[in-house]
T-cell receptor, first 114, second 113 residues
Framework: GDSVTQMEGPVTLSEEAFLTINCTYTATGYPSLFWYVQYPGEGLQLLLKATKADDKGSNKGFEATYRKETTSFHLEKGSVQVSDSAVYFC?????????????FGPGTSLSVIP | NAGVTQTPKFQVLKTGQSMTLQCAQD?????MSWYRQDPGMGLRLIHY???????DQGEVPNGYNVSRSTTEDFPLRLLSAAPSQTSVYFCASSYGSALYGYTFGSGTRLTVV
């Protein structure tokens, strides 16, 4: 079945450091890919998305490119801030079914220290 | 503010008790779903609904019931609580396809002792 794998955390970075969180997926069809972010004590929020190969999703300085050849959707940010501390979830949605269920990865916790 | 409202935020149950987790949204979203979040496992789909009167099972439905009598409300019922149901529960809604993105509630932290 479809699945999402993320790099294990927690990840700790200093402010202004470069961030990469790796995400790879397995899907039978042509999924859409997402990154969600969960701040402490809150529900998940959609951060960015990409719907087809080579699409780049971007939001709030974060970027991710849909790489079909490597089945990857790595999240990047050039300069992280303390306010970026959160848990990041990679997810996919395969529209091959009657209800496009979203499958989430296990999440990667990010802590940014001043 | 518009969004997904979940109640209660925290709950402690004894094994065998039943309870209902409430979820309401005021965005006129057709799709609603319940997830549970456990450490190291991400979010797993319990039940979902594509409209009033229509529900279906997700990945981990055992021990839970749902109903969708209105577009706004999607309650999750625990029939006989077990310690394995200790988790954080999230309700989510979307306008239609997942491509529009889900809006999540702030969660219910449930402990079964």
């Amino acid at each position: 079945g479809d699945s999402v794998t993320q790099m294990e955390g927690p990840v700790t970075l200093s402010e202004e450091a470069f961030l990469t969180i790796n995400c790879t997926y397995t899907a039978t069809g042509y999924p859409s890919l997402f990154w969600y972010v969960q701040y402490p004590g809150e529900g998940l929020q959609l951060l960015l998305k990409a719907t087809k190969a080579d699409d780049k999703g971007s939001n709030k300085g974060f970027e991710a490119t849909y790489r079909k050849e490597t089945t990857s959707f790595h999240l990047e940010k050039g300069s992280v801030q303390v306010s970026d501390s959160a848990v990041y979830f990679c997810a996919l949605s395969d529209q091959g079914t009657s209800y496009d269920k979203v499958i989430f990865g296990p999440g990667t916790s990010l802590s940014v220290i001043p | 503010n518009a969004g997904v409202t979940q109640t209660p935020k925290f709950q402690v149950l004894k094994t065998g008790q039943s309870m209902t987790l409430q979820c309401a949204q005021d965005m006129n979203h057709e799709y609603m779903s319940w997830y549970r979040q456990d450490p190291g496992m991400g979010l797993r789909l319990i039940h979902y609904s594509v409209g009033a009167g229509i529900t279906d099972q997700g990945e981990v439905p055992n021990g839970y019931n749902v109903s969708r009598s209105t577009t706004e409300d999607f309650p999750l019922r625990l029939l006989s609580a077990a310690p394995s149901q200790t988790s954080v529960y999230f309700c989510a809604s979307s306008y239609g396809s997942a491509l529009y993105g889900y809006t999540f509630g702030s969660g219910t932290r449930l402990t079964v002792v």
